[in-house]
């Protein structure tokens, strides 16, 4: 069975950083994409951003919301990935959610991580 | 971007009713166009994938149809356990967005 852990969220303070990880297992975590995904309090999805396998070079992508400031890596020899969140904001509070892309669908989801942005 | 807009944003519904959810994109994205379901404090599931393919484990009530710009998600015979809102979401083109969502509540 799939199954993708997310962790790391917290309160933290405007400008400051967190980390948030996302632990797999149930399949081949080197062979396949993965992906963030955030919903603020009370509102709809967001995309966040990708990082590819290494087979196609770990090359990322991000929503320009987070471009600049968010950066995801892959750690296949852990099956982990991270999204290092940099100089955040209030309106980055949202629970995070990661996702294994499988034939460029987000099929199967975290239960998610709430990162609080707040003094 | 290509901007996704859901209609109806909220739905109230009596069971064994049938549901349809519509999807209209801004521009073509062929197939690339992805179903949702979202309990509140859950995280999302994946209904069907690329405009009508059904997923293993996803009741056979609900479908999906279309391409281009316009999509339906149809549940048949609406369940208690159907309440929930509802996300389209396009893999076409960067950046992937989502639908604004529809709720459906049971009567």
């Known amino acids: 069975e799939v199954q993708m852990v997310d962790s790391g969220g917290g309160l933290v303070q405007p400008g400051r950083s967190l980390r948030l990880s996302c632990r797999a297992s149930?399949?081949?975590?080197?062979?396949?994409?993965v992906s963030w995904f955030r919903q603020a309090p009370g509102k709809g999805l967001e995309w966040v951003g990708f990082?590819?396998?290494?087979?196609?070079?770990?090359?990322?992508e991000y929503a320009a919301s987070v471009k600049g400031r968010f950066m995801m890596s892959r750690d296949d020899s852990k099956n982990i990935a991270y999204l290092q969140m940099d100089g955040l904001k209030s309106e980055d509070t949202a629970v995070y959610f990661c996702?294994?892309?499988?034939?460029?669908?987000?099929?199967?989801w975290g239960q998610g991580t709430r990162v609080t942005v707040s003094s | 971007e290509v901007v996704l807009t859901q209609s109806p944003e909220f739905q109230s519904v009596t069971p064994k009713e049938k549901v349809t959810i519509t999807c209209r994109a801004s521009?073509?994205?062929?197939?690339?166009l992805h179903w949702f379901q979202q309990k509140p404090d859950q995280s999302p599931k994946l209904l069907i994938n690329?405009?009508?393919q059904s997923i293993s484990g996803v009741p056979s009530r609900f479908s999906g149809s279309g391409s281009g710009t316009v999509f339906t998600l149809t549940i048949n015979s609406l369940e208690a356990e159907d309440a929930a809102t509802y996300y389209c979401?396009?893999?076409?083109?960067?950046?992937?967005?989502f639908g604004g969502g529809t709720k459906v509540e049971i009567k």
């Open positions: 149930g399949y081949s975590f080197g062979g396949h994409a």
């Open positions: 690329y405009g009508s």
């Open positions: 990082i590819r396998s290494k087979g196609y070079g770990a090359t990322t």
């Open positions: 996702t294994r892309i499988w034939n460029m669908v987000p099929d199967s």
């Open positions: 521009q073509s994205i062929g197939n690339s």
């Open positions: 979401h396009q893999t076409s083109s960067l950046p992937f967005t």
